[in-house]
């Protein structure tokens, strides 16, 4: 309990800008809305039902028959052969051994019910998981273009200036070549920047169902694991999608039991009931008055006991048992698959947070060495294309800074689904209660009635159609650590007196 409320409290305490949205409003929304989950859930109801349908097979039966016959062709006379017969009949059949086929049907369907409450689970997980994603990648893209467009602004003042200063001789042609080309790079990068930009955007929208706004920053992530080791512990006892592997491998042994009742001998107690009118034609024309009706009953024990099958019965074992191994294979390959991903998400985060170190150190030594070259160039040390390259340098790592980060925060959440610690209760979300799929299995598992019809289905994930399209338009103001404009580019461009390329 102590880690549900530590991460709810965090989503619900983060401080956010006003009118931002935030990444527990996107969750939440794509919990209740996106077609992924909801259509999980449809089938985790419709998997419900294959429990009262086992059980069904093992349930009293009762049927009735009627019908009226009308002889126009008659060889007999009138008692063997009547001009007309109505008759009626009720069934009623309780079986009461089947050589365990019902009850391991019924654990069958049963085991399958948890697996499959287990493997909505792992949809949730699976789902907040690609909206974080999506979140963090418009954050950080949009981060991305305003460096690019920054850069942009930055190279233009500088073509401004190398024109001014070829115009007075103290530059070149090729300073000022140099110039153009760095600025038409520039923007043909920030060009591919905002197409990815837009990628992101319409990524959320198909994800959480809305535009993104103005979106604030997520908050951290607590109770992240100190190794790999701890983290794998957690995850084999916890992840939602390796503990419904483990439930279809169990309920594949019952299946196995079912396939072997086949030969075993069924028994049940029949009872019967029959009414029979002949409407006046039974005796016709013998002058005779008799009975034009009659009733009967009768009560019997049924048994079934099968000799030879032409080899079904061995042929739907074998095939249970080929479907055990593979269900056992699948456990096996879901293990190695949460082992896999909890290490690799841990390695992942910690490394991103190493680069998240010495990015920050690469930004703050870019901006010095943009200054120094910028002041060495005034006194003729550097080229303009010397102030060109550190001005790249220190995009680049503008760049990968903001990378590093959206890069940590995604698989750190990711290393929480693996340990089964990202679900719907783990997040506290908001918006009405969680969705329970034991409150529809407890309503239906226990239904006899023929005539309990569920709601007709409607659609609960609305159409994104009405969602304008995405654009690349950036209001969100840069991260003071990573705007440049504050860089001092006072120094006057020049080749100065002593410059290499003059």
Same mark, same amino acid.
């Given at each position: 309990?102590?880690?549900?409320?530590?991460?709810?409290?965090?989503?619900?305490?983060?401080?956010?800008?006003?009118?931002?949205?935030?990444?527990?409003?996107?969750?939440?929304?794509?919990?209740?809305?996106?077609?992924?989950?909801?259509?999980?859930?449809?089938?985790?109801?419709?998997?419900?039902?294959?429990?009262?349908?086992?059980? +069904?097979?093992?349930?009293?039966?009762?049927?009735?028959?009627?019908?009226?016959?009308?002889?126009?062709?008659?060889?007999?006379? +009138?008692?063997?052969?009547?001009?007309?017969?109505?008759?009626?009949?009720?069934?009623?059949?309780?079986?009461?051994? +089947?050589?365990?086929?019902?009850?391991?049907?019924?654990?069958? $369907?049963?085991?399958?019910?948890?697996?499959?409450?287990?493997?909505?689970?792992?949809?949730?997980?699976?789902?907040?998981?690609?909206?974080?994603?999506?979140?963090?990648?418009?954050?950080?893209?949009?981060?991305?273009? %305003?460096?690019?467009?920054?850069?942009?602004?930055?190279?233009?003042?500088?073509?401004?200036?190398?024109?001014?200063?070829?115009?007075?001789?103290?530059?070149?042609?090729?300073?000022?070549?140099?110039?153009?080309?760095?600025?038409?790079?520039?923007?043909?990068?920030?060009?591919?920047?905002?197409?990815?930009?837009?990628?992101?955007?319409?990524?959320?929208?198909?994800?959480?169902?809305?535009?993104?706004?103005?979106?604030?920053?997520?908050?951290?992530?607590?109770?992240?694991?100190?190794?790999?080791?701890?983290?794998?512990?957690?995850?084999?006892?916890?992840?939602?999608?390796?503990?419904?592997?483990?439930?279809?491998?169990?309920?594949?042994?019952?299946?196995?039991?079912?396939?072997?009742?086949?030969?075993?001998?069924?028994?049940?107690?029949?009872?019967?009931?029959?009414?029979?009118?002949?409407?006046?034609?039974?005796?016709?024309?013998?002058?005779?008055?008799?009975?034009?009706?009659?009733?009967?009953?009768?009560?019997?024990?049924?048994?079934?006991?099968?000799?030879?099958?032409?080899?079904?019965?061995?042929?739907?074992?074998?095939?249970?048992?080929?479907?055990?191994?593979?269900?056992?294979?699948?456990?096996?390959?879901?293990?190695?698959?949460?082992?896999?991903? $909890?290490?690799?998400?841990?390695?992942?985060?910690?490394?991103?947070?190493?680069?998240?170190?010495? +990015?920050?150190?690469?930004?703050?030594?870019?901006?010095?060495?943009?200054?120094?070259?910028?002041?060495?160039?005034?006194?003729?040390?550097?080229?303009?294309?010397?102030?060109?390259? $550190?001005?790249?340098?220190?995009?680049?790592?503008?760049?990968?800074?903001?990378?590093?980060?959206?890069?940590?925060?995604?698989?750190?959440?990711?290393?929480?689904?693996?340990?089964?610690?990202?679900?719907?209760?783990?997040?506290?979300?908001?918006?009405?209660?969680?969705?329970?799929?034991?409150?529809?299995?407890?309503s239906v598992r226990n239904r006899i009635s023929d005539f309990g019809?569920?709601?007709?289905?409607?659609?609960?994930?609305?159409?994104?159609?009405?969602?304008?399209?995405?654009?690349?338009?950036?209001?969100?103001?840069?991260?003071?650590?990573?705007?440049?404009?504050?860089?001092?580019?006072?120094?006057?461009?020049?080749? %100065?007196?002593?410059?290499?390329?003059?």
């Amino acid at each position: 309990m102590t880690r549900v409320v530590s991460l709810a409290l965090i989503l619900a305490l983060s401080a956010s800008p006003a009118q931002a949205d935030t990444l527990r409003e996107a969750l939440a929304r794509a919990y209740r809305e996106n077609p992924t989950i909801t259509a999980s859930r449809a089938q985790q109801r419709a998997l419900d039902e294959n429990v009262p349908i086992a059980r +069904s097979s093992g349930r009293p039966t009762l049927s009735t028959n009627a019908g009226v016959n009308e002889n126009y062709l008659r060889s007999g006379n +009138s008692f063997t052969t009547p001009e007309r017969a109505a008759q009626a009949q009720l069934a009623l059949n309780v079986p009461f051994y +089947s050589g365990g086929a019902v009850r391991n049907s019924v654990r069958a $369907a049963e085991t399958r019910v948890e697996a499959g409450q287990f493997g909505l689970r792992g949809t949730e997980a699976s789902l907040f998981s690609e909206v974080v994603a999506a979140y963090n990648d418009v954050i950080r893209d949009e981060a991305i273009v %305003g460096l690019n467009a920054q850069n942009v602004r930055v190279l233009e003042t500088n073509l401004q200036a190398s024109r001014d200063r070829f115009q007075v001789g103290d530059l070149t042609r090729t300073d000022v070549a140099q110039s153009e080309a760095r600025l038409s790079l520039a923007r043909a990068q920030l060009q591919r920047v905002q197409a990815t930009l837009i990628a992101s955007r319409e990524n959320y929208v198909r994800l959480v169902g809305s535009a993104p706004g103005e979106l604030a920053p997520p908050p951290p992530l607590p109770n992240l694991p100190q190794n790999a080791d701890g983290a794998v512990e957690v995850a084999l006892r916890d992840n939602p999608t390796l503990l419904a592997a483990l439930k279809q491998r169990d309920a594949t042994d019952y299946d196995i039991r079912v396939a072997r009742a086949s030969r075993l001998p069924t028994l049940g107690v029949g009872a019967t009931g029959n009414y029979v009118n002949y409407l006046g034609s039974l005796g016709s024309g013998t002058g005779l008055g008799v009975g034009q009706s009659g009733t009967s009953a009768g009560l019997g024990l049924n048994v079934s006991l099968p000799l030879f099958q032409g080899g079904r019965p061995a042929a739907l074992v074998r095939q249970a048992q080929a479907t055990r191994a593979q269900a056992i294979e699948n456990a096996t390959a879901a293990e190695r698959q949460v082992i896999a991903s $909890a290490r690799s998400a841990f390695a992942i985060w910690r490394s991103s947070l190493e680069v998240i170190a010495s +990015s920050e150190q690469a930004v703050a030594a870019n901006r010095l060495s943009l200054e120094g070259v910028r002041a060495e160039n005034s006194v003729g040390n550097r080229t303009i294309l010397d102030i060109l390259n $550190a001005e790249q340098e220190l995009l680049n790592s503008q760049v990968t800074l903001v990378t590093a980060r959206r890069d940590a925060y995604v698989a750190g959440f990711a290393l929480l689904a693996a340990m089964g610690q990202a679900e719907a209760e783990d997040l506290g979300l908001e918006g009405g209660p969680l969705y329970n799929a034991a409150e529809n299995y407890r309503s239906v598992r226990n239904r006899i009635s023929d005539f309990g019809d569920g709601k007709a289905p409607v659609a609960i994930a609305p159409s994104t159609s009405s969602v304008a399209p995405q654009n690349a338009t950036v209001n969100r103001p840069l991260d003071p650590a990573l705007d440049s404009s504050k860089v001092d580019r006072s120094p006057a461009l020049t080749t %100065g007196e002593n410059a290499p390329n003059r």
